[in-house]
């Protein structure tokens, strides 16, 4: 067996949002904890516990709760602030180990690893033993459980993972004895990239892992197109899908979200509209880009009693910018053109979710100039000095009269939130992002 230069490792954290919630309540250790979508919804996230007593990944809440109830379960809004801000610290903690890494989603990374001299055994010996200290570290450092698991290529490493658990968090592929059977029993389904309709294009014989690496390289191409081919050429162990070390360049950006209760009140859709737009705003800056056009759409989701309907129109602004008020300005003329209030039979049309999309994005700097609209330095220091403030003080320290006023706090509700905004019965503080919200101990 010839030894590879470099192995491909995948980590990947152990039911991620349940894990965050429970860094800062070590009393959930062993409790069942789940967490739910926008607006208290459906299930996205269930700890091992909660997995072994059947909550099932995307179950309604509703249909759920008495049974989370009976068992004792901690369930959460999802708190995506906080999980963000984990994230970036698990991704942080990684690149002390290798300058090699690829975020892939908010809890899974692929890293390049050096393999180890010496003979195939003790080289995966070393590297599986390296896979355990850095699982060590990142556990000891944020307090998020994960999986690393090492092979020749992404697709096998992905394949590995399905034993990581039963190997102690751990798995490396590459040199293992049973890798041929472990591909041999995992249903191509499982396969990353493989989905349910395009197994249903392969033969019988290929509806395996190993069947798939085995198949005529005209046929899958047949079956599944140059993207098949290559994951098959993977699981051979044939790299087809290198690390990106730099995300792919954006070209939109999208910012919405479904609103905690149905609106009727286009003043209130304003103001979410406007508040999307400027938190894309942010995006772009922090980015270092600029749109040329903005769009703003709204949808009643076709839930519940009608009439329904989805709008959405889109602004051309002839320059690129990312500046916050020209972006909300536009955005809130393309909801004045997408926006109806009633059906012709004069029915209010109830919306459930608003959003902004921006187009055509590239670079801020250098940009063409526009004809007829000089530089304005001073908005630009005024941005920056606006993202400062927000960024040390909190969301909304300095905001667009357009975004709204947020209710005043009470003793009840010391931070409440304006009636356009999801759903979160069930948050937990963001502990590591507001200082309100920061932990104490007691010694």
Known sequence: MSTPRRLVALVDCQAFYASCERVFQPALAGVPVVVLSNNDGCVVARSAEAKA?????????????????????????????????????????????????????????????????????????????????????????????VRITLATTKTLAKAASAQADARGGVHCLWADPDAAALLAA??????????????????????????????????????????????????????????????????????????????????????????????????????????????????????????????????????????????????????ARAHEAADADGRPFRYRKAGVTLWDIGPAEPAQAHLFRPPAPEQTALHDALDVLNRRYGRRTVFFAAMGTAPRPTPARPAPEPAWAMQRGHASPRYTTRWLDLASAAA
């Open 186 to 335: 995992l249903p191509v389904t499982d396969v990353w990239g493989i989905a349910t309709r395009s197994a249903a294009r392969l033969p019988a014989h290929a509806q395996t892992a190993a069947g798939l690496a085995a198949l005529d390289d005209r046929l899958v191409r047949q079956r599944l197109g140059v993207v098949g081919l290559r994951t098959a050429y993977e699981l051979r162990g044939v790299s087809c899908l290198p690390l990106e070390r730099a995300p792919a360049p954006r070209h939109s950006l999208v910012r919405s979200r479904s609103f905690g209760q149905p609106l009727t009140d286009v003043a209130e859709i304003r103001h979410a509209v406007a508040t999307h737009a400027a938190r894309a705003a942010e995006k772009l800056r922090a980015e270092g880009l600029a749109a040329r056009a903005v769009g703003a759409f709204v949808s009643t989701k076709g839930h519940g009693a009608g009439p329904h309907r989805t709008g959405a129109s889109a602004v051309a602004l002839g320059y690129a910018t990312n500046r916050s008020a020209e972006i909300i300005r536009a955005a809130l003329l393309g909801l």
């Open 53 to 145: 007593q059947g909550i099932r990944m995307g179950a309604p809440f509703f249909q759920e709760r008495e049974r989370l109830n009976a068992m004792g379960a901690r369930v959460f809004s999802s708190n995506y602030t906080l999980y963000a801000d984990m994230s970036r610290r698990v991704m942080a903690t990684l690149e002390t180990a290798t300058p090699d890494v690829e975020v892939y989603s908010i809890d899974e990374a692929f890293l390049s690893v050096p393999t180890p001299p010496g003979t195939p055994a003790e080289a995966r010996a070393d590297v599986e033993a390296w896979a355990h200290a850095l699982r060590q570290r990142v556990l000891q450092w944020t307090g998020i459980p």
